[in-house]
């Protein structure tokens, strides 16, 4: 067995063993167990400081695999983008991207074939978290560490780490906007407009947005699906408006197919509410900045999942850990936040935005 080999079993035997209990934990705390004192990763951390920028510095080369669905959608395209953008800033990082698919059954393959090659790590979006989980595990029981974006697993030992965006916050962030705007006005008509009803993503987003609403005394009055598409954006749009004759704000839980909504609403001629997006796209943060139509705000859903999925996985690697946090290793998970996007501070988020 190499030393490297040896290295990575020991990096991720500590997470595994302590998976099922990390099962019933909540939050984004880390699972590993406390260092001794005088261990090789206390040392490590004492001497990179609490900066980060050690970290930044060329290590030992790391081989990463990294796969992903198809880039069929602004966000997923976005996805990839970063992560290649981001491997590219680490000289002794070599990334090693699979052909976007949505075929479980070849997404499982590309995986394999990482774990024959011999990869120091693994960054993974799967298509379906649940049908990927055995072949992550298998990678994980190779001594492989595995980065687990978006999608997750169905059980905690197939990943080391896990980067996850926040469906429910998205929700959340969109009904707080819409009640800092509307929650003097208890007969607001509020209407929203899904991605696809049946995913539990859809879901969380939608708890989220209700809850929200809930605390200023609004509700949603209004509620269609759509499918993530242009296309079913504009046809359920269409529908909606021809439903509701008034309206005063609607949150769209997609912006790639905001594009569509945006269309019917312009079809329709309306303009007497305003609208919230979601997800974060490049064109709608230009509608935002120019202020040429109803919409006026977005909620980030971060394309950058992934880009930071390559970050934890060098850490990982490399046996360093986050130079900002005090504790001594890559935390199990890390949820990223939902902010709002409007004119005021748009600026700040012009360069994750992605083209729909």
Not at 92 to 119: C, H, K, M, P, Y
Not at 176 to 197: F, H, K, N, R, S
Not at 248 to 259: F, K, L, R, S, T
Request: net charge negative; proline share 4%.
């Amino acid at each position: 067995m190499s030393a490297r080999t040896t290295r990575r079993r020991r990096l991720i035997a500590a997470p595994l063993a302590l998976a099922a209990s990390a099962a019933l934990l909540a939050g984004c705390v880390s699972n590993e167990p406390a260092e001794e004192e005088g261990s090789d990763s206390e040392e490590m951390s004492s001497e990179e400081g609490s900066g980060g920028t050690m970290n930044d510095e060329p290590g030992e080369t790391v081989t990463i695999g990294f796969s992903a669905p198809a880039a069929d959608h602004g966000w997923m395209g976005a996805i990839t983008s970063a992560a290649e953008d981001a491997a590219a800033d680490y000289e002794d990082v070599e990334l090693r991207v699979a052909e976007g698919t949505n075929d479980v059954n070849v997404q499982i393959s590309q995986i394999e074939t990482f774990i024959a090659d011999g990869v120091d790590a693994i960054v993974l979006l799967p298509f379906d978290g649940a049908a990927l989980t055995d072949v992550a595990t298998e990678a994980m029981e190779a001594g492989i560490p595995v980065v687990n974006v978006d999608r997750e697993f169905s059980s905690p030992f197939a990943a080391r780490s896990t980067v996850l965006g926040d469906n429910y916050g998205m929700g959340v962030s969109a009904g707080t906007y819409i009640c800092e705007q509307l929650g003097d006005q208890p007969d607001a008509v509020v209407a929203e407009i899904q991605g696809i009803a049946s995913l539990p993503l859809t879901q969380d987003r939608s708890q989220g947005f209700e809850d929200a609403l809930a605390d200023c005394g609004l509700d949603v009055d209004n509620q269609v699906a759509a499918e993530f598409t242009v296309q079913s954006g504009e046809q359920v749009t269409a529908n909606l408006l021809q439903a509701a004759p008034e309206i005063d704000a609607i949150w769209n839980h997609d912006d790639d197919q905001g594009v569509g909504v945006l269309q019917a609403i312009e079809n329709a001629g309306r303009d007497e509410f305003f609208m919230v997006g979601g997800a974060g796209s490049l064109d709608v943060m230009e509608h935002i900045q120019s202020g040429d139509t109803v919409l006026e705000a977005t909620v980030v859903y971060p394309s950058t999942q992934a880009a930071d999925g390559i970050k934890l996985a060098r850490l990982i690697a490399q046996e360093k850990n986050l130079g900002d946090l005090a504790s001594s290793t890559v935390p199990r998970t890390v949820q990223l936040y939902a902010p709002v996007v409007t004119a005021d501070n748009v600026d700040q988020f012009m360069d994750i935005g992605f083209r729909s």
